[in-house]
């Protein structure tokens, strides 16, 4: 059997009437020369063609050239004198190849080299869509490209670029406002500047994260980065997504675009934070890298929705349809993220008359609404533990929900799809709720509502009958015109006196009015236990008559009661007015 030969390749610029006298192999391409042309330009070729002047080589193989023989014969053409044009696609090939066959000044004046190096230093670093061209020819060229420092020669060009841009595009939105002084017009955004971000998408991971680092360091804002790393991730991880197999390289991609988030907040969306998190479980990505998403997610949970906080779960059969555990963790950094802005924000309690709602605060009255939604959607899941349920409740502080409407709701829809639960599990899982935080229409529901445990409809039916109670004792009070000018009198007084006294007086008066609400509770508590202890007197009342014919006629008559509220609507907003 006759061995193929090696393609040849025979062009124009090569002698023709003058015969080979050496054969260059690359690659298995064979390239028929002539020795004169190359070893006045080619150091590396001088020196194998001198260590065999005896031998009289013709046949040399040259091994592990950088860019194969597309960039062999470029530097071929170069020594035979033939011209052709240096451009960004093959600037990197030309610096490689001229580098392996030693074509410095020192064999021939003006040599490749220097023709490639001084093209790379004076034309393509002076613009960013060339370095990215060079960047992505030298993928195929390493590790020699980077040994050369091509590679950080245009990396440091593109973060330059990228932050000069960035700077000029800031100037340019200054403008003198009517008094006179500078100020940043709104009429342009921040993507004007950022034309450069489809440029980089087209890098390999490797080079794109090298080029991201670059651009941190010389302050390119975080804004742009995040915009950066949400366009890259879309192209890259789509590209992948349309092969059915699932490679090592979707993992990569991931880890590295999350090593590459900027540490400022609000950076990127947290939707995108959320879809990163959904990737890092498909791919199986680092803990780390799950456990740096899930600290991100929390610090802005205030701004997630019902949709993001739905993970599927990618674990075994039988387990639940969502992934709880997740979501678990990112409202336990949420709370502790909170926790550390409560003790700044303690600082400036001080230094205002006036107390509106915190950034904090009104982050937790989001998420708590957040998470009573969430609750209702899982709640109907048959695989939810109740452990796990009551943990996701209780992330959130106690403070949290002003009211407990929602997390009502969710543990009714638990009851609803969890029948087979004990007493003792039942009583748990209401526990959950606080009872006198429920609406006027929950309560009137739980009160009537047969899947609670009787104990807690009792609790529900002591708080309305000591809501109405006070409704009719400030009823009361309003009739009689000697209580309501002794009303008017205090409050007139009270307001200048808090008027008169200072923030921080003020706050020590509001800590023991706090203290005097805890002992108000306490005694409650010690009401609620002794009326615990009748209802456990009636129910054996109850169990022993056999009938729940009693049960029946007083949840008819609370319903009765509730109806009657309705027309004393009126009273109840001439409570309200007295209320500070």
Known sequence: MEESCPPQRCSEWVFRDVPSDITIEVDGTTFLLHKFPLVSRSGRIRKLVADHRETDISRIELVGLQGGADSFELAAQFCYGVNFE?????????????????????????????RAEEYLETIVSKSLEMCVKVLQQCEKLLPLADELKIVQICIDSIASKACV??????????????????????????????????????????????????????????????????????????????????SGHERVVVEAIISLLPIEKFAVPINFLFGLLRNAVIFDCAISCRLDLERRIGSQLDTASLDDLLIPSFRQAGDTLFDVDTVERILVNFSRSEDSEEDMDDFSLF???????????????????????????????????????????????????????????????????????????????????????????????????????????????????????????????????????????????????SAAISPRDNYASLRRENRELKLELSRLRMRLNDLEKEHVSMKMNMERSGSRRFFDLFSKAVGKLFAHRNETKVTERTCDKHVP
Not at 422 to 432: E, P, Q
């Open 86 to 114: 240096i451009t960004p696609t093959n600037v990197a090939h030309l610096y490689c190849i001229s580098d392996y066959l030693e074509m410095t000044e020192d064999y021939s004046k003006n040599n490749l080299f220097t």
């Open 165 to 246: 841009e960035q700077i000029a595009s800031s100037f340019s939105r200054l403008e003198y406002s009517n008094s006179g002084r500078l100020h940043m017009s709104k009429n342009q955004t921040n993507c004007e500047s950022d034309w450069w971000i489809d440029d980089l998408s087209i890098l390999g991971i490797d080079f794109y994260q090298r080029v991201v680092k670059a651009m941190k360091c010389r302050g390119v804002r975080p804004e742009s980065i995040g915009s950066s790393l949400m366009n890259y991730a879309k192209k890259e991880l789509l590209k992948k997504s349309k092969t059915d197999s699932i």
């Open 351 to 497: 230094e205002s008359d006036n107390y509106p709602l915190s950034p904090s605060q009104t982050a937790l009255f989001k998420v708590s609404k957040l998470v009573d939604n969430y609750l209702c959607e899982i709640a109907a899941d048959a695989n939810l533990k109740l452990n796990k349920f009551a943990d996701v409740a209780e992330a959130l502080p106690a403070h949290a929900r002003t009211v407990h409407d929602g997390l009502y709701r969710a543990v009714d829809v638990y009851l609803k799809a969890h029948q087979h639960l004990t007493d003792s599990d039942r009583k748990k899982l209401c526990k959950l709720i606080d009872f006198q935080k429920l609406s006027q229409e929950a309560g009137a529901h739980a009160a009537t509502n047969e899947r609670l445990p009787l104990q807690s409809i009792v609790q529900v039916l002591y708080y309305e009958q000591t809501r109405l109670r006070n409704a009719l004792f400030c009823s009361y009070q309003d009739e009689d015109p000697k209580n309501v000018n002794m009303q008017q009198s205090w409050r007139i007084s009270s307001g200048a006196l």
